[in-house]
């Protein structure tokens, strides 16, 4: 199916690695020219130029976003090399583990910057040619853990529970713009910060990491976790003109894990 984004560019955080990758090589392979951003110029280097030998158009660019100089500077610099943002994923990777009780104020004033006033700031930088062309998408990435916590990640259950309420809240002053806002809610994906804390909790029950990835994919109604190219393709048909009557929504990829409507 050819979702309409021939021509089109998006900004993605996050996108060297993990889900971010999935969606930048999901828009690459719909004519999209993908301006991917994260903190490891290495990875970033090796991203672009893989969806370069496919035929994609790509770049790398360096940021920390709890630093907003340099996501600022990163965000001109994609506009510079391939135009006006038409299509911006917020997405960044996850927090420390903690419990909610006894975390530092200043942790949580720097997760705050780098995963939800990052967002927020980005977004109102690029807004503005979104406006001038009538057409945007705006596309968030969160975790199933705003609909059902999730223990021991409890900066991240609340800094996401932010992030959706916020984009909900923007949906509905853009929509008269031709712009949609939307966030996707993951649950156990083939990522590398999943794979991690698996291995972690296999350490402390003492069993083997395959036997305890078998055991967490037997708790999820398809039977694993899922691959970043299919979280890729949904974000795809989010950011396309198919979608344009999706907005305000939260759109869930778990595998049936979370069992309320």
């Not at 402390?204 to 979280?231: H, Q, T």
Request: hydrophobic share 45%; net charge positive; glycine share 12%.
């Amino acid at each position: 199916m050819d979702l309409g984004l021939q021509g089109k560019t998006a900004l993605v955080l996050g996108g060297s690695k993990g889900l971010g990758r999935g969606i930048a090589d999901a828009l690459s392979a719909e004519g999209v020219a993908v301006a991917m951003l994260s903190r490891g110029k290495e990875a970033l280097d090796k991203a672009a130029a893989e969806i370069k030998a496919r035929g994609g158009r790509a770049i790398g660019l360096s940021a920390n976003l709890a630093q907003w100089p340099t996501v600022e500077s990163a965000a001109k610099a994609a506009r510079d090399q391939l135009g006006p943002i038409d299509i911006l994923v917020n997405n960044c990777g996850g927090p420390p583990p903690a419990r909610v009780v006894g975390i530092a104020p200043q942790t949580w004033e720097e997760q705050f910057h780098a995963m939800v006033l990052a967002f927020i700031r980005l977004t109102d930088l690029l807004l503005p040619d979104m406006r001038q062309r009538k057409w945007g998408r705006i596309i968030n990435v969160a975790s199933e853990s705003v609909i059902q916590p999730i223990a021991n990640i409890a900066i991240s259950n609340t800094l996401r529970g932010a992030v959706v309420g916020w984009a909900k809240t923007l949906a509905s002053e853009v929509a008269a713009d031709g712009i949609t806002v939307n966030t996707m809610l993951p649950g156990a994906f083939e990522t590398d910060r999943v794979l991690q804390f698996q291995r972690i909790a296999s350490e402390r029950e003492g069993i083997s990491p395959d036997e305890f990835m078998r055991r967490s994919a037997r708790s999820i109604p398809v039977g694993r976790l899922g691959k970043p190219s299919e979280f890729g393709a949904a974000a795809a048909f989010l950011a396309s003109p198919l979608a344009g009557y999706i907005t305000g929504s939260m759109l869930r990829l778990d595998g049936g894990s979370i069992r309320s409507v």
